[in-house]
């Protein structure tokens, strides 16, 4: 099995889609193992026989800082961080995006900034090559003291407490260290607030949507180009030069993509009666384009983040500082996040105009699609149910960021609800495949009304695999099982 290296070389979004889809185990590098022991070292050796007060070291949290926390308790304190900080409600968080919470708290581990000891973090490395995900919910982070309590949730397993899943399986933390002979860690000083700050659920949340949105935003052109074929739009709006001269870089990719798409096309070649197309044909270089920048914009962001240190307090053993600063607070990733959402809602938006068009009696087609409107209600009701979830995006797009609510008896007094915001672009996501889903559902269906004219062999083949799961609709069907696996398909173009 292929192992992925910890270390401080820069990780990509990219890596990460490989390690996921490679399942590649995970080993920290000599280089990491040896920051995490100093830094851990200079900890230790910083307490003994010191007075000096360090916050979250030998204090209590947020407005209990200036609560001094004896020596002997130190251990203590940390396990009671831990276990009071487990507050998760509602849903539970999916055992995937977990398991990149595991990856990426590993990873912010690693540079020897946290004074985590080797060994806790060689557990959390255990957990995730042993399919080991604890269960954490999806509510109750502010995003900005670090994403407490779904941390929390995933730090109670090296407590041996909690619950966790093996390999699907459901299981209560002291059964699963009793099935891999582990014993439960004894936290020290500094520890639980190493686990519990840092923006690891909101750029868990945020990897994940990234991953998905580059593979939808490939997909929504790959749709959006046979709907066209589908209403027989002209091939100008995608001229290069005209593009050129709006100097958006998205844009442009998109108008050569599309150009590309639909090479060697016997539908876009032939004369046109009309003279302009709808803007959700027309304007889809420079609506997906915008859609396209904004996701580059995010995974610049979020590569930021994913190779950042963001717990607090921040040690630094080179120059012997301990500083309690602010590196938990999730504001670039809840901007983010809710910029991602939106651009993603976009997507969908247009894609759901396209259908709305494609259904409407219009240059050749019949009304909803089917050769004999009124008897057959054809793909009437798939529009309604792709508007319906536009819709539902359309709400979730609502920024989180410009929410605070002030905690910890004031202590923390802003904070950027960006675990909102992640979960609510999570939602956008999934929302964005069903949509995607229902246009090709309709965009193929189009397509066979201009036959015997083929449009190019690029679409050709994406139709001929799709039409090995969904067949043409002659007449009226039980049209749901049709879009789930509709839905499926674009997932794998």
Same mark, same amino acid.
């Given at each position: 099995?292929?192992?992925?290296?910890?270390?401080?070389?820069?990780?990509?979004?990219?890596?990460?889609?490989?390690?996921?889809?490679?399942?590649?185990?995970?080993?920290?590098?000599?280089?990491?193992?040896?920051?995490?022991?100093?830094?851990?070292?200079?900890?230790?050796?910083?307490?003994?026989?010191?007075s000096d007060v360090f916050y979250g070291i030998?204090?209590?949290?947020?407005?209990?800082?200036?609560?001094?926390?004896?020596?002997?308790?130190?251990?203590?304190?940390?396990?009671?961080?831990?276990?009071?900080?487990?507050?998760?409600?509602?849903?539970?968080?999916?055992?995937?995006?977990?398991?990149?919470?595991?990856?990426?708290?590993?990873?912010?581990?690693?540079?020897?900034?946290?004074?985590?000891?080797?060994?806790? !973090? $060689?557990?959390? %490395?255990?957990?995730?090559?042993?399919?080991?995900?604890?269960?954490?919910? +999806?509510?109750?982070?502010?995003?900005?003291?670090?994403?407490?309590?779904? &941390?929390?949730?995933?730090?109670?397993? &090296?407590?041996?407490?909690?619950? *966790?899943?093996?390999?699907?399986e459901r299981k209560t933390a002291k059964e699963?260290?009793?099935? @891999?002979?582990? /014993?439960?860690?004894?936290?020290?000083?500094?520890?639980?607030?190493? &686990?519990?700050?840092?923006? +690891? @659920?909101?750029?868990?949340?945020?990897?994940?949507?990234?991953?998905?949105?580059?593979?939808?935003?490939?997909?929504?052109?790959?749709?959006?180009?046979?709907?066209?074929?589908?209403?027989?739009?002209?091939?100008?709006?995608?001229?290069?030069?005209?593009?050129?001269?709006?100097?958006?870089?998205?844009?442009?990719?998109?108008?050569?993509?599309?150009?590309?798409?639909?090479?060697?096309?016997?539908?876009?070649?032939?004369?046109?009666?009309? !003279? +302009?197309?709808?803007?959700?044909?027309?304007?889809?270089?420079? *609506?997906?384009?915008?859609?396209?920048?904004?996701?580059?914009?995010?995974?610049?962001?979020?590569?930021?983040?994913?190779?950042?240190?963001?717990?607090?307090?921040?040690?630094?053993?080179?120059?012997?500082?301990?500083?309690?600063?602010?590196? @938990?607070?999730?504001?670039?990733?809840?901007?983010?996040?809710?910029?991602?959402?939106?651009?993603?809602? /976009?997507?969908?938006?247009?894609?759901?105009?396209?259908?709305?068009?494609?259904?409407?009696?219009?240059?050749?087609?019949?009304?909803?699609?089917?050769a004999n409107p009124g008897l057959n209600s054809?793909?009437?009701?798939?529009?309604?149910?792709?508007?319906? !979830?536009?819709?539902?995006?359309?709400?979730?797009?609502?920024?989180?960021?410009?929410?605070?609510?002030?905690?910890?008896?004031?202590?923390?007094?802003?904070?950027?609800?960006? =675990?909102? =915001?992640?979960?609510?672009?999570?939602? %956008?996501?999934?929302?964005?495949?069903?949509?995607?889903?229902? /246009?090709?559902?309709?965009?193929? $269906? =189009?397509?066979?009304?201009?036959?015997?004219?083929?449009?190019?062999?690029?679409?050709?083949? *994406?139709? +001929?695999?799709?039409?090995?799961?969904?067949?043409?609709?002659?007449?009226?069907?039980?049209?749901?099982?049709?879009?789930?696996?509709?839905?499926? @398909?674009?997932?794998?173009?």
């Open positions: 099995m292929a192992v992925h290296e910890i270390s401080s070389k820069h990780l990509s979004i990219s890596d990460i889609s490989d390690i996921i889809k490679e399942k590649k185990t995970l080993a920290l590098s000599a280089e990491s193992a040896k920051k995490i022991a100093d830094c851990r070292e200079y900890l230790d050796n910083k307490l003994e026989g010191n030998n204090t209590g949290f947020g407005s209990l800082c200036n609560t001094v926390i004896s020596n002997e308790d130190l251990s203590k304190l940390q396990s009671n961080l831990v276990k009071s900080h487990a507050c998760g409600l509602g849903e539970e968080v999916p055992q995937e995006i977990v398991k990149l919470m595991l990856l990426l708290k590993v990873q912010g581990l690693s540079y020897g900034h946290s004074g985590s000891q080797l060994e806790t !973090v $060689q557990r959390l %490395i255990d957990f995730y090559n042993n399919d080991v995900t604890p269960v954490v919910y +999806q509510q109750g982070s502010l995003g900005a003291s670090g994403d407490l309590a779904p &941390l929390a949730h995933m730090s109670l397993a &090296l407590l041996g407490e909690g619950d *966790v899943y093996i390999k699907g699963m260290l009793s099935q @891999f002979g582990w /014993e439960a860690m004894t936290l020290k000083s500094k520890e639980g607030l190493s &686990l519990l700050n840092g923006t +690891q @659920f909101m750029s868990s949340y945020g990897v994940w949507c990234l991953i998905n949105a580059q593979q939808l935003s490939n997909a929504a052109d790959i749709v959006g180009a046979i709907s066209l074929e589908g209403f027989d739009c002209r091939i100008s709006p995608f001229s290069a030069n005209v593009n050129q001269i709006r100097n958006q870089k998205g844009q442009i990719e998109t108008a050569s993509k599309f150009r590309e798409l639909l090479k060697g096309s016997e539908i876009i070649a032939q004369e046109k009666e009309h !003279v +302009q197309d709808p803007y959700s044909f027309r304007c889809i270089p420079q *609506v997906h384009g915008a859609s396209k920048d904004a996701i580059a914009y995010a995974i610049e962001i979020f590569e930021r983040e994913i190779n950042a240190v963001t717990d607090n307090p921040t040690i630094f053993p080179e120059t012997d500082e301990i500083i309690s600063a602010g590196n @938990f607070h999730g504001q670039p990733l809840a901007i983010t996040l809710d910029f991602l959402g939106i651009a993603l809602a /976009e997507l969908g938006n247009i894609s759901e105009r396209r259908v709305y068009q494609l259904i409407g009696g219009n240059r050749n087609l019949p009304d909803f699609l089917v054809g793909f009437m009701i798939p529009q309604y149910a792709a508007a319906s !979830v536009v819709s539902q995006n359309k709400q979730l797009a609502s920024p989180a960021s410009v929410d605070s609510i002030e905690s910890s008896n004031g202590q923390e007094d802003h904070v950027s609800m960006g =675990a909102n =915001a992640a979960t609510k672009c999570f939602r %956008i996501v999934e929302n964005l495949k069903k949509i995607i889903g229902v /246009e090709i559902f309709n965009g193929t $269906q =189009a397509l066979e009304f201009r036959r015997p004219l083929k449009t190019s062999s690029i679409l050709e083949k *994406v139709i +001929q695999d799709y039409r090995k799961s969904v067949p043409f609709v002659d007449q009226d069907i039980i049209m749901q099982p049709e879009i789930e696996k509709s839905i499926s @398909f674009i997932q794998t173009i």
